[in-house]
């Protein structure tokens, strides 16, 4: 059994990050196509982003930055605004099976499931533990700081699974012999790049120590 436990670890965390996603947002698996969680906010502008973006890529064939109804009748260059497309690219595919809404709440469910899962997968390639990993990315997971962003309706600020993605990538990468793993940090950075900026911005010291050693941001 212990043997099966470590060689089944990755699906044994998928599958409690998914029932931790739906038990922690409980009840928007039940609603998820018709209504979204929280006060209405900010929510309804990624949702509709959602929208627009399948209707600009699929119907429209246009750039979905380019919005000529918006400020008409300038238009308005979408790239200038809050989009994060790590998140709406996301919700694209489960947008194009049950609409936009529906679209919108996947993402943020996926958003509590790769936080979990990420943040658990790195804690036990450092330290070999299952326990450690499942404690590590329930916590990470469940921080008062997404319960919150879920509720004000912040898609952006939701996408936190790149943040340990890119520590676990970058870690790896200070330790000798361990270069290859460059394209882990490097892809994880792009995804906080395009997830949100305020995101980015806190983490950014990181990458300020360059070659010369880990240091985090604002120290």
């Not at 931790?20 to 209405?40: R, Y």
């Not at 679209?103 to 533990?129: D, Q």
């Not at 940090?185 to 997830?195: H, L, P």
Request: hydrophobic share 50%.
């Amino acid at each position: 059994m212990a043997d099966f436990l470590r060689r089944r670890y990755f699906l044994l965390f998928l599958l409690w990050f998914l029932l931790l996603a739906v038990v922690f947002t409980w009840p928007l698996v039940l609603h998820s196509v018709h209504e979204v969680a929280g006060e209405i906010g900010d929510n309804i502008y990624f949702v509709w982003m959602v929208g627009w973006l399948q209707k600009a890529l699929f119907e429209l064939k246009t750039n979905p930055l380019d919005v000529s109804f918006l400020n008409y009748p300038e238009g308005w260059n979408m790239a200038r605004t809050e989009m994060a497309p790590a998140q709406l690219l996301l919700a694209l595919p489960f947008s194009l099976i049950g609409g936009e809404t529906f679209g919108y709440n996947m993402a943020l469910l996926l958003s509590f499931v790769l936080s979990g899962l990420i943040t658990a997968c790195w804690v036990r390639h450092l330290t070999g533990s299952n326990l450690a990993g499942l404690v590590s990315g329930t916590i990470f997971a469940c921080l008062p700081y997404r319960q919150a962003h879920l509720l004000i309706g912040h898609l952006n600020l939701s996408g936190t699974q790149w943040i340990p993605l890119f520590f676990w990538g970058w870690f790896d990468l200070l330790q000798p012999g361990k270069q290859r793993v460059r394209g882990k940090a490097g892809g994880a950075r792009i995804g906080v790049n395009r997830a949100d900026f305020a995101i980015l911005c806190f983490y950014a010291g990181a990458d300020r120590g360059g070659s010369g050693g880990f240091r985090f941001p604002f120290s």
